[in-house]
């Protein structure tokens, strides 16, 4: 139980984020987004806005410099006439403060060619195809035995259609970079990341520079969820800004400017088909997705992978088709995949249970099994059904009536919902540095994120019991990408990754250690590549089982949820204070998608016209009231030395089927689409 060791720092104010670094004499950038939703930019008028004392540049498609990579559609900032979608950054004004950087781009005129721009997501559009994989390496479809048929033969159906909304990711800190180029040519860039690793590869591939030369500075992050896992449009502006104007140039994206620029939850739409037997022991399972990218650069979700690792049934079918519109790229939101995947299969198996007249834990009891259904491989551990037991027993299951509209509390409607999670134990190379100092303590650096999940403390923590030594006397230095090189603070593989890294180097430095410490201490350092090809084939997932009570106004439909239970087995927890944290952060997170959360877009216009947090509704502390999360014991020796799964993100997994499911077992009503507004219900 060990308090977040930057925690001071944070709250008294003195942790410093991307966008506070004191540079000497920075400019400041605003941005201008495009007004059309499709065509082309037919010219700039930067007259009036060059006029304005303290503007020192305009850029756009008309002057900016030729990027060395333009591969990646959505940093090939000002590179084209084209008008993907409406939102899109199309120039910047540069100038001596923020106040006139954003009166000048008030003041730009930019004449468009437009065209009428096709944004709706329908599972009947012509333009859906099939992607080649989905994110990042899975095939788009898989198919076992004969599903329609076992479908089609089944004793109990359930053959139903769940849509998901775009959903933005709303980190406190917004996207920020300051850039500076320096003398020697070089670039330093305080950003606002998941991994300063991949800024600099990526940034530097964009700019047509060495990696070397690019040094990414992020010790404090406010946030991310996913959308800061690869570097935005404000990164390669605020760089291409800074050399404009031969200055360090501060940007950060304004939140209105956030819901166009920095990436969403894809929208789905979802058809689920359960085949059961009478006993509920699932014979067919299909799940067809159908989801949106961008003409920019494709982004196919991998929303029906769980369904393929989740239940037993001899009879399988997932399918993704994607359909590029005009709108901004959809990309990585916590959980990618199996958060919205999860909703739809985890209503569904609500559905089923209604219907064969299970109790809904015993249906997925039921349905558990040691092997990996598609591909056959063993569980390095699978604890979903003690999961379920525990969460059933601590949350009082056993007294709930199994029929729907059953309790009522004058004029709440009152009832249980339960869903499974699940979230992959992913790990990825990575290296880190060890150091034993001259005055008896020690230095660990590797470049990870700490994006508010408690990295640095966990990371700490993993370094002083290996080195056996207190956790007082280590500095756990991390975002820097000086640093050694890091995966990015994403897929929940973060502590899996970077703890096995610094494990390696604190056991390599500890067997260079006999005697003193020489005045120029001594390091070592280690870099897992090899250790992780070597591992064994197994399926690698962590599980959890999520339970929520809600109440519903029988008049106004309003939903609250009362009481909220999470229990999770993720392997070993490395410190139990954040990691509560972490899976309560990612419930409430699905309580927000239950019920609040959707970006809506302008069908006429394109672009999202929720771009505040007072239009885009995430529950505030009064919605989250009885909430908690548990785990089980987990010893899982196929991991890594820490026998760690990650929890980032499993906590967001199943925790909107659970709110969905007792809105049902409340009122008997089955929403489909999310979020579960009033007006639903009524
Ligand atoms: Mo997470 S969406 O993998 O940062």
């Given at each position: 139980m060990t308090d977040r060791l930057e925690g001071r720092e944070k709250v008294t104010g003195t942790a410093r984020y991307a966008f506070e670094y004191p540079v000497r004499n920075a400019a400041y950038a605003a941005a201008v987004q495009a007004s059309v939703g499709k065509g082309q930019v037919r010219s700039v008028d930067a007259e009036a806005a060059l006029r304005l004392p303290g503007v020192l540049a305009v850029l756009s498609c008309e002057n900016a410099p030729e990027l060395s990579d333009t591969s990646d559609g959505e940093l090939a900032l000002f590179q084209s006439r084209t008008v993907s979608f409406r939102g899109q950054f199309v120039a910047a004004v540069v100038a001596e403060t923020l106040e006139t950087a954003r009166e000048a781009a008030r003041l730009l005129r930019v004449e468009y060619a437009g065209e009428a721009p096709d944004v709706r997501l329908r599972a009947d559009h012509p333009g859906l195809y099939k992607p080649d994989k989905v994110n990042p390496v899975f095939p788009a479809d898989t198919e076992q035995g004969e599903p329609e048929k076992a479908f089609a033969d089944s004793a109990v159906r359930v053959d139903a259609v769940y849509t998901t909304p775009a959903e933005h990711n709303?980190?406190?800190?917004?996207h920020a970079t300051i850039a500076q180029w320096n003398e020697d040519g070089t670039l330093t860039l305080y950003d606002s990341n998941q991994g300063a690793s991949t800024v600099q590869a990526t940034i530097a591939k964009v700019f047509g520079l060495d990696p070397s030369r690019v040094h990414v500075v992020s010790?404090?992050?406010?946030?991310?969820?996913?959308?800061?896992?690869m570097p935005r449009p404000n990164v390669v502006l605020a760089a291409m800004a800074a050399r404009a104007v031969g200055r360090p140039v501060k940007f950060a994206v304004p939140r209105q400017q956030m819901f166009a620029t920095t990436g969403y939850r894809t929208p789905t739409i979802q058809r689920l088909r359960l085949g059961a037997d009478e006993d509920g022991r699932l014979n067919a399972i299909l799940h067809e997705v159908t989801e949106q990218t961008s003409t920019v650069k494709e982004f196919a979700e991998q929303t029906a992978t769980p369904t393929r690792i989740l239940y037993q049934a001899p009879h399988r079918l997932t399918s993704h088709r994607v359909v590029a519109l005009d709108v901004p790229t959809p990309s990585w939101m916590r959980a990618p995949g199996e958060t919205p995947g999860m909703y739809a299969l985890e209503t569904a198996m609500d559905e089923l249970a209604v219907a064969a007249g299970i109790d809904p834990v015993e249906l997925r009891v039921r349905n558990?099994?040691?092997?990996?259904?598609?591909?056959g491989l063993p569980f390095s551990s699978r604890n979903l059904v003690a999961c379920l037991r525990e969460g059933s027993e601590r949350f009082g299951w056993a007294g709930r009536a199994p029929e729907p509209g059953a309790r009522r509390e004058g004029r709440k409607f009152v009832g249980m919902g339960v869903a499974a999670s699940t979230y992959p134990a992913y790990q990825r190379p990575n290296q880190a540095t060890a150091r034993a100092e001259p005055d008896g303590t020690f230095t660990v650096r590797i470049a990870a994120a700490d994006i508010g999940t408690g990295a640095r403390t966990a990371l700490a923590l993993i370094a002083a019991e290996t080195l056996k030594?207190?956790?007082?006397?280590v500095r756990m230095e991390i975002g820097d990408s000086a640093f050694p090189r890091a995966s990015v603070a994403g897929g929940s593989a973060g502590t899996a990754g970077w703890g096995t890294a610094v494990v390696r180097a604190c056991e390599a430095l500890r067997g260079k250690l006999n005697g003193a410490v020489p005045p120029g201490g001594i390091e070592a350092s280690a870099d897992t590549g090899e250790e992780l090809r070597a591992r064994a084939e197994y399926a690698r997932h962590a599980f959890g089982a999520q339970f929520a009570e809600v109440e519903v106004d029988a008049d106004t439909g309003e939903v609250r949820v009362r009481r909220m239970l999470g229990v999770f087995a993720a392997g070993r927890i490395i410190n139990p204070t954040t990691a509560r944290s972490q899976f309560i952060g990612g419930m409430t997170m699905g309580v927000g998608m239950a019920l609040m959360e959707q970006s809506v877009m302008d069908r006429e216009f394109g672009d999202y016209l929720t771009r505040d947090l007072a239009q885009y509704h995430v529950p505030v502390c009064a919605d989250i009231r009885d909430i908690d999360a548990a785990w089980v014991e987990e010893s899982d020796p196929h991991l890594n030395p820490m026998g760690a799964k990650g929890i980032g993100e499993i906590g967001i997994v199943g925790a909107a089927a659970a709110v969905g499911n007792a809105v049902h077992h409340a009122t008997g009503i089955r929403v489909r689409d999310l979020p579960i507004t009033p007006a639903r219900l009524l």
């Open positions: 709303n980190p406190m800190e917004p010790p404090h992050v406010g946030g991310g969820f996913g959308s800061k896992g558990d099994t040691d092997r990996e259904p598609e591909s030594e207190d956790l007082a006397d």
